[in-house]
């Protein structure tokens, strides 16, 4: 892509404003928390120590409104106390150039490696360091700097409070999360009715995965709805696809093909109703004929062999989401949930119960998080790292704005520095489309304040009023566009610098002359020293395909040994592919738009190559949906697979990263073998691992192909999920 279309579709999506799901009690909660903060301030302190308090509590209010999973009142006292202590050192250093210099430097870079611990983390660190540049400019001694550092630690603690005594949808972001898990999983079955080899996509099984990760805490505290559907959604996905994939044994149509549709037709809308009742905290509702569809005996009938195993797992594990989503609930609830229960698992035969409850995944406090965050910083600090090299950018950014805003004839001059450290992100996209659209809705911002002071010519309280007005519509449309909450910032500003005495008149010129100073050496910056991720794609695909082997590996493994089955080893080299596809897509998504020509990797040969592999871990999933128990009989013959299957993906991940085309021999005479025996003894192979075993040597086989430019190597109209 050229420089001048990158710049476009940069601009474009920067500028994009969406509609998106408003959360107006939260906004007018983090609104009041403000306005609290600052007229107690007023009261108290004065207009200038008001305007310092008022940015501790917008900072607060902001970082509850970001993706985290911890608790809102945690985020809002650790985005106030690191922000209190951050401008205390800036008020220190304020009046000698060179040391303020040398912390901006440092604050910033560190501010730049906490992305390596979440955006989240990078988001507060980097909001820390832009306000800073602004409050330091607002006390006079260094008695008046600790006044306002602890104002500003104060507007924390009201923001915190706050949302202890009104809370809004506790538990929200882990039922969302869950609910879209459990959605997901509903489409999916629905549209399997129609494509048995329909693709699906694990991001939102690991958002939910992240979101079940709780404190200690908050796993004394979490409703009882929350504690298992996970593992079984989990369980669910592989289950479905196999009784689906005519691979499996299912034929494309006839009787046992309806009967399989009309299974997956109920388990959708089972799962949609578990889903409902989860995100609303509400009783689940069942669709009589659903739980009719999944309890008809015709599938003993219709139905044999690993289909058949199918249709019984299904049926229980979706009893045990009904048991789980309905929670506490009331008798009659609970009551309407054991007898569809009872009507589910009345089917089929009798197994081991499955308990959708474990023990919860911890997530460390605050204390224990410390040394993990910086574990995380450390392991950056390494070449071709791109945090690292983010870090660098915005902190050498950082101190030539403040240098060329204080030799600027404007005054406030941190206002080029503030622009950029708000602007950059590690990633290019992003870094160009906030740039744009900070420099339109400052201009928009500023403007409309500017025209209102001068209109209506307001004292300190109106100030405020309209600070606060301003700050209550950034909480409400943030998530809308960035250009629309950077509008609403500008305008705060504004009436808030103008309630502590500043020169408003002089904000108009200063502050869009100097935000385009900023956005431009933002820009400039990742020109000259960039991190793509266009030259990384080989690298991150050999990386997919080295864990999906392994992944693959496992699976085929466990037929050789049921008796040692190790459903951990799994487990663990499933969500080892799952972070590996995501890493690949995710460089995919951010080398679309990168002005780089030499991607090593063509358009084509990406989308075939995904769609292989893709392909592959779904063959590894069904296999996985049938893994025997402890007692099954051994596959011999699965072993040697299972090696050859973990050699050769590890070389061809290799092959992969050095511009060459992986040969799958290896894979192909192990079968081969297997084969030869299978007919000297006139026996016949396992339905299920043989198959499948077919199955993944023909999707590397499609994976070669894809990365040689063979034409035919996606299917037309296929696309990875």
């Not at 309905?326 to 089917?347: M, S």
Request: charged share 20%; glycine share 10%.
């Amino acid at each position: 892509m050229s420089w001048l279309r990158a710049l476009k579709e940069t601009a474009r999506s920067g500028l994009t404003i969406e509609r998106r799901r408003l959360e107006p009690l939260i906004a007018i909660r983090g609104a009041a928390g403000l306005a609290l903060v600052i007229g107690i301030s007023l009261v108290f302190f004065g207009p200038v120590v008001a305007a310092s308090s008022a940015f501790g509590a917008f900072q607060a209010a902001i970082a509850t409104f970001q993706r985290s999973w911890r608790p809102r009142p945690v985020l809002a006292l650790v985005s106030g106390a690191s922000l209190a202590v951050s401008t205390f050192l800036g008020y220190l250093t304020g009046a000698h150039l060179s040391l303020f210099l040398a912390l901006l430097v440092l604050w910033t870079f560190l501010a730049g490696l906490a992305w390596a611990a979440g955006p989240t983390g990078g988001l507060i660190a980097s909001s820390n360091v832009a306000i800073m540049l602004v409050t330091v400019t607002l006390p006079t001694s260094v008695a008046n700097s600790a006044v306002h550092a602890a104002v500003i630690l104060f507007g924390g603690v009201v923001q915190a409070t706050l949302i202890v005594l009104f809370p809004v949808r506790r538990w929200g972001a882990q039922r969302d999360a869950l609910s879209d898990a459990l959605a997901a999983e509903a489409d999916y079955a629905r549209r399997l009715r129609h494509d048995p080899l329909a693709p699906f996509d694990p991001v939102p099984l690991m958002t939910a995965r992240n979101a079940a990760a709780v404190t200690p805490w908050q796993a004394r505290r979490r409703p009882p709805e929350l504690r298992g559907s996970r593992g079984v959604a989990e369980r669910i996905r592989p289950v479905l696809a196999s009784l689906a994939d005519p691979a499996m044994g299912v034929p494309p149509e006839g009787p046992e093909r309806d009967r399989v549709r009309e299974l997956l037709a109920a388990a959708g809308s089972v799962l949609d109703s578990a889903a409902r009742a989860i995100r609303h905290g509400d009783p689940v509702k069942l669709s009589p004929s659903a739980v009719a569809a999944l309890k008809t005996p015709d599938t003993g009938s219709l139905l044999e062999g690993p289909p058949r195993r199918a249709a019984e797992r299904l049926d229980k594990l979706l009893s045990d989401v009904i048991e789980t989503a309905e929670g506490e609930g009331t008798k009659e609830d609970r009551a309407r949930a054991e007898q569809a229960v009872v009507a589910l698992r009345a089917t089929g035969e009798e197994e081991a119960p499955v308990s959708p409850h474990r023990p919860p995944r911890h997530r460390p406090t605050l204390l224990r998080l410390v040394p993990v965050v910086g574990r995380a910083m450390r392991a950056e600090l390494r070449p071709g790292s791109p945090i690292l090299r983010h870090a660098v950018r915005v902190a050498v950014v950082a101190a030539v704005g403040y240098l060329i805003g204080t030799a600027l004839p404007f005054g406030h001059g941190y206002w080029a520095p503030m622009a950029a450290v708000m602007t950059m992100r590690p990633e290019f996209s992003q870094t160009y489309g906030r740039a744009v659209a900070r420099f339109g809705g400052t201009i928009v911002g500023v403007s409309l304040a500017t025209a209102i002071l001068r209109t209506a010519h307001p004292g300190v309280t109106f100030s405020a009023v309209l600070a606060v007005c301003c700050a209550l519509l950034m909480y409400l449309l943030m998530r809308t566009g960035y250009v629309v909450g950077q509008a609403c910032v500008s305008a705060y500003v504004v009436f808030l610098l103008g309630m502590g005495g500043d020169n408003w008149s002089q904000t108009v010129q200063e502050r869009v002359i100097l935000t385009l100073v900023g956005g431009l050496l933002a820009m400039i910056s990742y020109a000259v020293y960039p991190a793509w991720e266009t030259p990384r794609l080989r690298g991150r695909l050999g990386d997919w395909l080295k864990t999906g082997g392994k992944y693959a590996a496992t699976v085929v493994g466990q037929y050789a040994v049921p008796a040692e089955r190790g459903p951990d080893e799994v487990r663990s080299a499933l969500l080892d592919t799952r972070e590996a596809r995501v890493a690949w897509q995710e460089a995919v998504a951010a080398a679309q738009h990168e002005p780089v020509r030499s991607r090593g990797l063509s358009r084509a040969a990406a989308d075939d190559a995904e769609h292989a592999l893709a392909e592959f871990g779904r063959v590894a999933m069904l296999l996985e949906a049938h893994l025997p128990c402890g007692a099954a009989t051994p596959v011999p013959e699965a072993g040697p697979l299972a090696e050859a299957l973990r050699r050769s993906t590890e070389r061809g991940a290799k092959e992969v990263r050095e511009r060459r085309v992986p040969d799958w021999t290896e894979v192909r005479e192990v079968l081969a073998r297997w084969d030869a025996r299978q007919e000297a003894a006139e026996g016949d192979a396992d339905p299920v691992v043989r198959s499948g075993a077919g199955l993944l040597l023909d999707a590397l086989e499609e994976f070669s192909r894809g990365l040689d430019g063979v034409p035919g190597g996606n299917p037309p109209g296929k696309k990875a999920g």
